[in-house]
């Protein structure tokens, strides 16, 4: 795969100098019907970096996620993906920056008609010019490196489990060799032991790849473990955003009332014993 390049400027970060912010949200509004759900959010994502979006239901953490991947346009505000506005881009330009990214969707959003293999390629059918012997050579090796055996490129989505959904949608978002990987709730429907060997997956992905990931979750685990910064939404505003240390001391209301209590002491206490 040829490497990434943009003629946009490089953004930087006042709040960690030196780092390359990726993903830069300023001012953004979102209001549905006449309910305000985003009011005036800024946010900067850096490149490397595994940050989690949390919040209480209808925070818009979701909705934040598809404003990101162009999915959804915000009432007001920008949304730079590596140096560009994606706000009223054109269909050109979109296109050019899905390629620099993937998404694993929340139930996998795998197609039943479609063995593992094809689901894997598909991306590279509709990006590439490669030839089909190339695509399922590519195919596999991301099936691979999503954690799953060989056999399984052969098996269709009624065949698999939870977890092995969730690897193949994996591997289907990292076919393009993206630089950022979108994942929502990615943990969902998974067992524990499941889910903290998905995010053990995850980060070895992470630090093997190079890649960003930006991920909606409700699992605490995921937030101790493979988190490196998290973003807690409530109220129609950011109310916090840093390490789960950071946060854990935290006395703003919104962040209190969703890292408090005996789930998120468990989960803490359950990362410090595994470190």
Known sequence: MPMHTS?????????????????????????????????????????????????GSGSGKSTLLREMIMLQRPDAGTVKLFGEDVVGISEAGAGRLRRRFGVLFQQGALFSGLTVLKNVGLPLREHTRFDDAMIDALARVKILQAGLEPAAAGLYPNELSGGMIKRAALARAMVLDPEVLFL?????????????????????????????????????????????????????????????????ASTEPHVVDYLAGPRARNAQERQWKRK
């Open 7 to 55: 003629s946009a400027e490089i953004s930087r970060s006042d709040d960690a100098p030196g780092r390359e912010v990726i993903i830069s949200i300023r001012d953004l509004r979102t209001v549905f019907d006449a309910r305000i759900i985003h009011d005036g959010i800024d946010l900067d994502i850096y490149r490397g970096e595994v940050l989690a979006l949390v919040g």
């Open 184 to 248: 929502d709730e990615p943990a969902s429907g998974l067992d524990p032991g499941s889910a903290g060997s998905f995010d053990e997956l995850l980060l070895k992905l992470k630090d093997m790849l190079g890649l960003t990931v930006v991920m909606v979750t409700h699992d605490l685990d995921s937030l101790w473990g493979a988190a490196d910064r998290v973003a807690v939404l409530g109220g129609t505003r950011l109310r916090g955003v840093g390490s789960m240390e950071v946060l854990s």
